[in-house]
């Protein structure tokens, strides 16, 4: 009886907690579409000789449809769906069969998760502890980027924020910013150790999340800083067989009862990292690790997909 009045109450809550997130993504909805009304009027100043810039227009559209979604706290940046052409023709083996992707509109993380959030989720789920020296080592502040952590660590932060890891082909679309068929967040120009933490930067390890500008979604260090995991496995010929609606490499993953533990795959990292060289950090570049693998370079960042549910065990 005890228990059953306990999951009761849990369900209860999680319907309201959905129905929150309802309105909230209904209101952001709304908001988006009367920004881009004001960002057509803006494009009109700015084709009639008034002084205008359209990045920061973009940055105003997307600032303000962020969230912040509990229980992490973390902000997301709404991204609509839409079409893009995933790969690179002039990339590696891997990226080259240029394919459309559509794709559902979901919410993805501003940053990339820190260490802070991540000793957050260790402390209120008695998640196993990372080697916090090996952290401290490449990511010295709770602002720094998580590192070292597995595939599985990050998947079970994501259940535990409610959210999920991106898809490779969300990844891809959002490090996009909304350009098209560029080599970088920013576009074509060349990565230079202004753009982003990679190998010619002095860092030598991550620097704080947020460090450099963000691309035209809002989105900051979806290149260099850490890599990210995807939820993907890593198949290099899957553009040749990728459905080009909302895509996803291998077989379905059950998030429920710690099914994806059983995941023994390679998965998909994208972005590069601190210690990358720069023809990594171009938003086509594709790599997979192990999903055991804790590397000094690895992170991630987590969505939020809006019309799927995403599972969530009562705590
Ligand atoms: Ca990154």
């Not at 919410?107 to 000793?119: F, H, S």
């Not at 997979?288 to 995403?310: E, M, Q």
């Amino acid at each position: 009886m005890h228990h059953d009045s306990k999951r009761l109450i849990s369900a209860s809550e999680a319907v309201k907690e959905n129905l929150l997130f309802q309105v909230q993504i209904l209101f952001a909805g709304m908001f988006y579409h009367f920004l881009t009304f004001l960002a057509f009027f803006g494009f009109l100043g700015c084709i009639t000789g008034t002084r205008s810039d359209t990045e920061q227009s973009i940055t105003r559209v997307d600032g303000d449809a962020t969230i912040r979604f509990p229980p992490s706290g973390t902000e997301m940046v709404f991204i609509p769906a839409g079409e893009f052409e995933m790969g690179s023709r002039d990339g590696a083996p891997d990226e080259q069969l240029v394919h459309t992707v559509r794709l559902t509109e979901f919410y993805i993380d501003k940053y990339e998760v820190t260490v802070g959030q991540y000793r957050k989720f260790v402390h209120e789920t008695g998640a196993a502890f990372p080697d916090w020296e090996e952290v401290a080592r490449y990511a010295q502040t709770d602002q720094h980027p998580m590192v070292n952590v597995s595939w599985y660590d990050a998947v079970a932060y994501a259940k535990w924020a409610g959210k999920t890891l991106p898809t490779e082909a969300q990844w891809e679309y959002a490090a996009r910013g909304g350009l098209k068929g560029k080599v970088y967040p920013w576009g074509n120009k060349a990565l230079d150790v202004t753009k982003a933490n990679y190998e010619d930067s002095s860092a030598g390890k991550t620097v704080p999340v947020g460090s450099y500008a963000p691309n035209g979604y809002g989105l900051h260090d979806m290149v260099g800083n850490v890599w990210e995991w995807c939820i993907d496995e890593y198949l290099a010929d899957f553009y040749g067989t990728s459905p080009d609606r909302d895509p996803v490499a291998g077989p379905p993953i059950s998030l429920l009862d710690d099914g994806f533990r059983k995941v023994a795959t390679r998965r998909v990292v994208r972005g590069g990292g601190w210690d990358a060289a720069s023809r990594r950090l171009r938003v086509a570049y594709r790599d997979g690790n192990g999903p055991r693998g804790k590397v000094d370079s690895v992170g991630f960042r987590c969505v939020r997909p809006i019309r799927s549910t995403v599972n969530k065990k009562p705590r």
